[in-house]
């Protein structure tokens, strides 16, 4: 098995559930085995039958990884776009993530760390996004305003991360922002 599969150590103590790939083949050959030992008897009989049960298993480890690795890719897509989603929700967290995915805080910071990302900093960075949007297009009528729809509490720490961000304040965002939607006086 370490052979096929060099991660295999990693495996021991696995439960290997009906959900898994290949689960149900190779647990109907061992409970066939067990019924009928004297196919054992034959070491020709037997050792074929070893290899096809080693490779069912292989295949069941092999199979489970790249649809874990899809999986992970889908969360991590799904997680992306339940934040997008609640921006405004002040209860936007990682644990909220962990709930609404059913997975584990843990599993969270995995599939973001896989990006080199933590979902924090994902949050963080969407929100400001989300705000320099509502201030530049005029949904918002103060910078407080933008800064409490999208989950900021404290102004100036909103400022500071703003400015930060976008190397301007958003201030300046507002004041450049009215100024394109108020016409400008007709000089005729």
Same mark, same amino acid.
């Given at each position: ?20 790939p ?8 061992i409970?066939q ?19 096809t049960?080693?490779?069912l ?15 992970e890719?889908?969360?991590y ?12 929700n002040p209860e936007? /967290?990682?644990? !909220?993530? &962990?709930?609404?995915h059913h997975?584990s +805080?843990?599993?969270?910071?995995r599939?973001?760390?896989?990006? #080199? ?18 201030l530049?297009q005029?949904?918002v ?13 404290d102004? /100036?720490?909103f !400022?500071? &991360?703003?400015?930060?961000?976008f190397? +301007?304040t ?8 009215? #100024? ?9």
């Amino acid at each position: 098995l370490t052979g096929k599969v060099p991660a295999s150590v990693g495996f021991t103590a696995t439960i290997l559930d009906d959900t898994r790939p290949g689960i149900i083949p190779l647990r109907e050959m061992i409970y066939q085995t067990v019924q009928t030992p004297v196919l054992m008897n034959n070491p020709d009989v037997a050792g074929r039958f070893s290899q096809t049960l080693l490779d069912l298993l292989v295949l069941s480890l092999e199979l489970q990884d790249h649809a874990n690795a899809a999986s992970e890719r889908d969360l991590y897509a799904r997680m992306r776009n339940y934040i997008s989603r609640n921006l405004t929700n002040p209860e936007l /967290s990682v644990e !909220s993530m &962990a709930l609404a995915h059913h997975v584990s +805080v843990r599993t969270v910071a995995r599939t973001f760390a896989r990006k #080199q990302k933590t979902p924090a900093a994902v949050i963080w960075q969407e929100r400001l996004q989300a705000s320099r949007d509502a201030l530049e297009q005029g949904r918002v009528t103060s910078v407080s305003q933008a800064a409490l729809d999208y989950g900021f509490s404290d102004f /100036s720490h909103f !400022s500071h &991360a703003f400015r930060k961000a976008f190397g +301007v304040t958003p201030n300046s965002v507002l004041k450049q922002s009215v #100024q394109v939607f108020i016409p400008s006086p007709d000089k005729s």
